[in-house]
């Protein structure tokens, strides 16, 4: 199992961009499909993107396509999550985890080994 720490959150205005990193401890980590998350007040966590052990391959929820680019450097050992165009809804904790299938779709319901979450707070 990987042991993710994610970075770079933080206070953006609507329309602004972020970039947040995941970096990941664990042998297996090149090995494995990612995932991004998230959780605003008083809500369920959710599922965010997801990439494939070589990064070939993505999969989006519908509100993030075409803002959100989930990407991976596995010579880093880090999932990155570029964010742009922000939303006020966009506003959340996001954490990463590891996909425990190879099948991206099965990502939101198979996730496991969480991090602590970093903040996004899109004000508007």
Sequence with gaps: QVQPVESGGGLVQAGGSLRLSCAASGRTFSSVAMGWFRQAPGKEREFVAAINWHGTDTFYTDSVKGRFAISRDNAQNTVYLQMISLKAEDTAVYYCAQCRLAMLTACPTT??????G???????
């Design 118 to 124: 970093t903040q996004v707070t899109v004000s508007s």
């Design 111 to 116: 996730a496991a080994s969480w991090g602590q």
